[in-house]
C-alpha cells in the first residue's frame, strides 16, 4: 500500500518571502501522479498543483512550484512571494495510475498548517 | 467555488437520529467520492461511485449508507451514529478518463454527534 508522509506538521514564513513544504511518498509503482491540496480555515480543499510522475518538467502554476525528486520519492511545494491568503492546511496526496476501471483513490498526508506572518 | 456543493455545511445530531447529508457536482463529472476527515489524521476514503455504481466501500460501517441517484448527486445516510464518528464529511467528484482523474472537493459538513 502506498503512504505518504508529511514530516511538518506546522510552517510559518513572513509575507513576500519563500517557503517549502517537504512530502515524501512510498510506493513500488512506476507511474501516479502527486497533488497538492490547500485548505483554509473555509474547509474547502482546493487543489493548487497536479505532477505526471511521468515527466520529468516539475510542475508550475504562478506562485507555486513543485520539486519533484522520483527517485528520492520526494515532492516538495515551494510557494513564492507568500500573501496572507496562502494561511491553510496543505496536504500531499498521491494516486496510482493504476486505478480500478473508474474512479479513483487517493492516498492523503497528514497535512502541514502553513501561517503567514504579516 | 469549486462546482461541488454540500448541505447541510453543519449538522448536530444525536445518537438515535437519522439525518443525510447531501452533495450535488455541476461539473459534468462520472465518479463521486466521500471522505471523513478528523482531527489529527488524514483524509479517509470512505465511498466511491462511478457512473452511478458503487465501485469500493472502505470498510465503513454499516451506520454510513451512501446513495448515489444519477452522476450529479451523491448522498451520505445516517443512522444511530455513535460520538466518535463527528468529523468534517467532505464530499467530492472527478472527470475519469483512461487511467487519470483530478477530485475536486466541496466545502464539507461539519458533523456533530452527541
Known amino acids: 500500500a502506498q503512504t505518504v508522509t508529511q514530516s511538518q506538521p506546522e510552517m510559518s514564513v513572513q509575507e513576500a518571502e519563500t517557503v517549502t513544504l517537504s512530502c515524501t511518498y512510498d510506493t513500488s509503482e512506476s507511474d501516479y501522479y502527486l497533488f497538492w491540496y490547500k485548505q483554509p480555515p473555509s474547509r474547502q480543499m482546493i487543489l493548487v498543483i497536479r505532477?505526471?510522475?511521468?515527466?520529468?518538467q516539475n510542475a508550475t502554476e504562478n506562485r507555486f512550484s513543485v520539486n519533484f525528486q522520483k527517485a528520492a520519492k520526494s515532492f516538495s511545494l515551494k510557494i513564492s512571494d507568500s500573501q496572507l491568503g496562502d494561511a491553510a492546511m496543505y496536504f500531499c496526496a498521491y494516486r496510482s495510475a493504476f486505478g480500478e476501471t473508474s474512479g479513483s483513490r487517493l492516498t492523503f498526508g497528514e497535512g502541514t498548517q502553513l501561517t503567514v506572518n504579516p | 467555488e469549486t462546482g461541488v456543493t454540500q448541505t447541510p455545511r453543519h449538522l448536530v445530531m444525536g445518537m438515535t437520529n437519522k439525518k443525510s447529508l447531501k452533495c450535488e457536482q455541476h461539473?459534468?463529472?462520472?465518479?463521486m467520492y466521500w471522505y471523513k476527515q478528523s482531527a489529527k489524521k488524514p483524509l479517509e476514503l470512505m465511498f466511491v461511485?462511478?457512473?452511478?455504481?458503487?465501485?469500493e466501500n472502505n470498510s465503513v460501517p454499516s451506520r454510513f449508507s451512501p446513495e448515489c441517484p444519477n452522476s450529479s448527486h451523491l448522498f451520505l445516510h445516517l443512522h444511530t451514529l455513535q460520538p466518535e464518528d463527528s468529523a468534517l464529511y467532505l464530499c467530492?467528484?472527478?472527470?475519469?478518463?483512461?487511467?487519470?482523474?483530478?477530485?475536486?472537493f466541496g466545502p464539507g459538513t461539519r458533523l456533530t454527534v452527541l
Open positions: 461539473l459534468g463529472h462520472n465518479a
Open positions: 505532477q505526471e510522475a511521468y515527466k520529468q
Open positions: 467530492a467528484s472527478s472527470l475519469y478518463r483512461g487511467s487519470t482523474d483530478t477530485q475536486y
Open positions: 461511485y462511478s457512473l452511478e455504481e458503487r465501485v
